[in-house]
Structure formats: C-alpha cells, structure tokens
C-alpha cells in the first residue's frame, strides 16, 4: 500500500497569505494525485486533480504542483472561505486508492 | 445536474445489520465507478471500494474486505453498503463518491461526492 504522509499537521495563517501545505508519497504516483477540501459538517470538495489541474469552479488562487513522490498544495492569498481541512490522495495504485491524513488551515 | 444522494443517519446496536444507499441522478450510473469512504469521528478519510454498477465489478481494500459489502442496482441508479454484524468501532462518516471519466477512460480521483451518512453504533 502506498502511504501518504502530509505537512504540516495543522498551518496557522492570516488572511491574504500564501500557504503551503505538501504531501509526500511512499513510492512513485507519478502525476495521480488529487487534493480535496473539507469544511466542518460537509463532504469533501475536489480541487486539484492529476497534480495540477484544478477541478471546475476551483479559483484560481489554489495551485498544484509536484510529481512522483513529492507534492505541493498552493493556497495563493487565503481567504476566510478557505479555513478548513485539506486532504491528498494517490491514485496511481488502483484500486489501492489512498489518502493523506490531511492538513488543517487555521486562522492565526 | 450530477448529484449523489444517501440515506439519512442511522443508530444501531453492536451485532445489528444495515444496509445504507447512495443514489445517483444527472449522469449515466451504469458508466461511472462509485466509491465508499470512511471517516471515524475527528479523523481522516479511508478508502473502503469501489463497484462499477454496469457490471457490478467490485474492488475492495483490503482493509475493509470481509467487513463489509458493496453492492448496486443500477435499475434505479443505486449504489449500497451494507454490514452483516456492526460493531461499536463502525461509528462514523460515511461518503459515496464518483470517479471521474474522460475520453481516454475513468479517472480515479472523485469528482462528486454524496453528503455523507452517519452511523452510530452503540448498546
């Protein structure tokens, strides 16, 4: 099983900064990497998917980047819409679908 | 519109069976993966399977197989998890999601996700 590990645990930041949050895989994924997003009582949310595409209605500040083993999550100016629980997941390994622990992004 | 809705929370004793549904409208059903997801209380998200209901192809992770069972009826665009025996330890989040599909096949990420059923497991 490939193990996704994801830093930092939590991330405090202002609003209007720039954050960023990595996933790390134990092997190779290639360019198979999705991020989610997940707010407090609802479901998680697509953003990026195939490392750096972002999915529909996914503004423009989100960025992602990486292959094989190392990936970033961009989150360009934070706004207050953006405070929730970000999530990777690998899915180079099908149907061995993995996700990382997930990073919180807090309010500083 | 695509749109992946469960069925609503459930309370349980340790020992009972249940057998929640994800039901899809606005896509083709039969053409798509639809995966199940687990979330414990205050934690992440775990991968449980996936089927396809065009043929009902099921893929499990090895974590969950022989705890559960994944199963569609693509009659009326459903898609089911369902325990024999629950245990205190099956509380939690559960989410249906929908692999994504393009020209050059199905993407394994999830593009939709359901809202979530909640299932509480207590004497």
């Known amino acids: 099983e490939i193990v996704m590990t994801q830093s930092p645990a939590t991330l405090s930041v202002s609003p209007g900064e720039r954050a960023t949050l990595s996933c790390r895989a134990s092997q190779s994924v290639s360019s198979n990497l999705a991020w989610y997003q997940q707010k407090p009582g609802q479901a998680p949310r697509l953003l990026i998917y195939?490392?750096?595409t972002r999915a529909t209605g996914i503004p423009a500040r989100f960025s992602g980047s990486g292959s094989g083993t190392e990936f970033t999550l961009t989150i360009s100016s934070l706004q207050s819409e953006d405070f929730a629980v970000y999530y990777c997941?690998?899915?180079?390994?099908?149907?061995?679908?993995?996700f990382g622990g997930g990073t919180k992004v807090e309010i500083k | 519109e695509v749109q992946l809705v469960q069925s609503g929370a459930e309370v349980k004793k340790p020992g009972e069976s249940l057998k929640i549904s994800c039901k899809g409208s606005g896509y083709s059903f039969t053409s798509y993966w639809i995966g199940w997801v687990r979330q414990m209380p205050g934690k992440g998200l775990e991968w449980m399977g996936i089927i396809y209901p065009g043929d009902s192809d099921t893929r499990y992770s090895p974590s969950f197989q022989g705890q559960v069972t994944i199963s569609a009826d693509k009659s009326i665009s459903t898609a089911y998890l369902q325990w024999s025996s629950l245990k205190a330890s099956d509380t939690a989040m559960y989410y249906c999601?929908?692999?994504?599909?393009?020209?050059?096949?199905?993407?394994?990420?999830?593009?939709?996700w359901g809202q979530g059923t909640l299932v509480t497991v207590s004497s």
């Open positions: 999601a929908r692999h994504s599909l393009d020209s050059s096949g199905p993407q394994y990420y999830f593009d939709y």
């Open positions: 997941q690998q899915y180079n390994n099908w149907p061995s679908l993995t």
């Open positions: 195939g490392a750096s």
